[in-house]
């Protein structure tokens, strides 16, 4: 094999490697939290609505994934099942899901409108998820639908006081009869995750059902408990306190996405390869052709 050939060969090899990191990084996810089976009743002694019925499986969280998509982030949460008692176009409507990402330091320390506190930091941005759609919101807005020139709907003017733009609208779709697939526009990053599931409520600007009532529609908690976390099931580590008796929720993740100083370091590594393979070349000896004197 000439020098041409070779090097050739070395620059094919250097131009798949950045492809071939690319796609072990889709081969398994960024982070994955699996959630006790059976636990979706608050705080054990609450009770589901009666009229539409309500599948306790349908608010059970069982896992949450985070997935690389090039860039950006797929959120993958399994449920026990998926029911769809309102007929929502999304495909399910029995519970409201919120995902509260903490992407630095400091943050909101109030979950919402979910009657729950952070424990170990604060969220920035908040995705709350039903079978009518999706939609962003910043720490510093409602948890209820867009205002008006910003959020989901598009960053539209805003004052230098402002929140920061937030990420596009979500694509959601279900998968398997109990997974709901979340495609976010959110850039990969090290970030901690505070994740709920509630009861849906068509009625309620927020989209959750507050605790409460007697009605066939409510769900009933003992009387003289004020105020009661709205969720029925929240993404916890085993070791974590129970999040329902004193009110705060701890995070999961907090990851290290070391992944794209993977990239980075190929990238130097093809370079670094490519620029020794010329000097080598630049500095082979050439052929001489020596010129004999005429007789």
Do not use: C, K
Request: zero cysteines; a negative charge; hydrophobic letters at 40%.
């Amino acid at each position: 094999m000439n020098r041409g050939t070779r090097f050739a060969a070395l620059m094919a090899l250097l131009t798949a490697l950045p492809a071939q990191a690319q796609a072990y990084q889709s081969r398994e996810p960024l982070l994955r939290v699996t959630d006790p089976t059976g636990d979706a009743h608050g705080d054990g002694s609450a009770e589901l609505p009666t009229q539409p019925a309500l599948l306790p499986e349908a608010l059970d969280l069982r896992s949450f994934e985070v997935w690389p998509r090039g860039r950006v982030l797929t959120f993958r949460t399994e449920f026990g099942t998926l029911q769809n008692p309102w007929n929502a176009p999304g495909g399910f409507s029995a519970q409201t899901l919120d995902i509260f990402i903490g992407t630095r330091s400091g943050g909101e320390s109030t979950l919402a409108d979910l009657n729950l506190r952070t424990e170990g930091g604060g969220w920035q941005y908040h995705l709350r998820v039903t079978g009518q759609g999706a939609h962003w919101a910043h720490a510093s807005e409602p948890a209820g639908p867009e205002t008006p020139g910003t959020g989901a709907a598009g960053p539209g003017v805003q004052p230098e006081s402002a929140a920061p733009a937030l990420p596009p609208p979500p694509q959601v779709r279900t998968e398997g009869g109990n997974t709901l697939v979340i495609d976010t526009e959110l850039p990969r990053g090290r970030y901690a995750y505070w994740v709920t599931s509630s009861v849906y409520s068509p009625m309620s600007a927020g989209g959750v059902l507050q605790p409460g009532g007697s009605g066939p529609f409510s769900v009933r908690v003992p009387a003289g408990r004020a105020p009661v976390p709205v969720p029925l099931d929240v993404l916890a580590e085993e070791a974590s306190p129970q999040p329902f008796n004193l009110g705060q929720l701890a995070p999961v993740g907090r990851l290290n996405d070391f992944r794209p100083w993977l990239l980075w370091g190929l990238g130097l590594l093809g370079l670094t390869l490519a620029a020794g393979a010329s000097i080598s070349l630049w500095r082979t000896p050439r052929e001489e052709v020596l010129l004999l004197p005429r007789r």
